[in-house]
């Protein structure tokens, strides 16, 4: 059974042409097309990455599968119930964090808020306070279960909003830009505690939406673009890097090695490409590399030995999901509306 499937998935937003006491609104499309002919499958068990600019679509599409908004065509399903006709047993099983939220009420505490949000879905107490108990410690709250929600800083507030999706057990946890606004510090906690609670139930599913490559690369079986409602180019990470290029670049720098060009020590090597340029007052040769097998870099290392050259520095250059975004685009992640 998949997780997640979508066909021909289509939702278009009509502009009002005029303004609540009549007034004439700006003028623009009457119709303004969020999602167009979206076709997506996420299995049992993957963790799926959706990823775009702001404005791409995908928080429609999530709304969609959470069953906030219906389709105006297509079909969305959630572990084979649909999301239109059966919306009760979608929402059985899924849970949905979204990124900025400010749910709960500040006059709570940390643990009375998600022991209420468990109450809005009849879980047992003596079932959840454990559960609610294990998940702070997880995520480094256990020392502000007695605060105010008022007292909490974003961060904070966000890891509890994230604890919210896991007290559910869902089946499908659906992540719309968890991370988002977090700091380095918290983003990294969030990562760490949706890779764990993967792996604790293979059958488990993530939904992860974000503009974050690097958290996406990370987290990701699979990803998926979308770009002006429309998606494009699924496939896993590397596979989708390897489109841009199926070569490593490795930056290499040396102690000069004689000559404006390195005195072609490295010519002939099957595989590489090299380009070399020498800075006499500097006392270095900088090389740029070009591997189509990346094993080729230890010849590399032992023709440069060979020559009494010494390495000072040896970094790869991979491309990125941007990279593949961009070539897939034209746009980049912040280009956007």
């Known amino acids: 059974m998949h997780a997640i499937e979508t066909e021909g998935l289509r939702r278009?937003?009509?502009?009002?042409?005029?303004?609540l006491f009549g007034s004439r609104e700006d003028e623009g499309p009457a119709e303004v097309v969020a999602l167009e002919g979206a076709d997506l499958v996420v299995s049992e068990g993957e963790t799926f990455g959706l990823l775009g600019p702001n404005g791409a679509g995908?928080?429609?599409?999530?709304?969609?599968?959470?069953?906030?908004?219906?389709?105006?065509?297509?079909?969305?399903?959630v572990r084979g119930f649909d999301v239109e006709s059966q919306p009760l047993e979608v929402?059985?099983?899924?849970?949905?964090?979204?990124?900025?939220e400010q749910a709960g009420y500040g006059i709570l505490t940390v643990r009375e808020q998600l022991w209420v949000y468990t109450q809005f879905h009849g879980l047992p107490t003596r079932e959840v306070m454990p559960r609610i108990d294990a998940a702070l410690e997880r995520f480094g709250l256990a020392?502000?279960?007695?605060?105010?929600?008022?007292?909490?800083?974003?961060?904070?507030?966000?890891?509890?909003?994230?604890?919210?999706?896991?007290?559910?057990?869902?089946?499908v946890l659906i992540l719309d830009e968890p991370t988002l606004g977090l700091d380095v510090s918290a983003a990294r906690a969030v990562r760490v505690a949706v890779r764990e609670w993967v792996r604790e139930a293979p059958a488990r599913s993530v939904l992860l939406t974000t503009h974050y490559?690097?958290?996406?690369?990370?987290l990701c079986d699979r990803v998926a673009f979308i770009h002006k409602g429309r998606l494009l180019a699924c496939d896993t990470p590397d596979a989708l890097k390897r489109?841009?290029?199926?070569?490593?670049?490795?930056?290499?720098?040396?102690?000069?090695?004689?000559?404006?060009?390195?005195d072609g020590l490295l010519d002939g090597i099957p595989?590489?490409?090299?380009?070399?340029?020498?800075?006499?007052?500097?006392?270095?040769t900088r090389y740029v590399l070009s591997l189509a097998d990346e094993g080729a870099i230890g010849e590399v290392v032992s023709r440069l030995s060979a020559g009494g050259v010494r390495i000072r520095s040896l970094r790869s250059e991979r491309p990125t999901l941007e990279d593949v975004f961009l070539a897939a685009t034209g746009e980049g992640l912040g280009d956007g509306a």
């Open 12 to 19: 278009v937003f009509r502009r009002r042409r005029r303004g």
């Open 58 to 77: 995908k928080t429609t599409l999530i709304k969609i599968l959470a069953t906030l908004l219906t389709p105006s065509t297509g079909r969305a399903r």
């Open 91 to 100: 929402r059985r099983r899924i849970a949905l964090v979204s990124g900025g």
């Open 143 to 171: 020392d502000r279960a007695r605060s105010k929600l008022s007292k909490l800083s974003t961060g904070e507030r966000q890891k509890m909003n994230v604890i919210r999706g896991f007290l559910l057990q869902p089946e």
């Open 213 to 218: 490559m690097t958290e996406a690369d990370e």
């Open 243 to 262: 489109r841009v290029s199926d070569r490593t670049t490795y930056r290499l720098e040396t102690d000069a090695a004689g000559g404006p060009s390195g």
């Open 271 to 284: 595989g590489v490409a090299a380009t070399a340029s020498t800075d006499p007052a500097a006392g270095r």
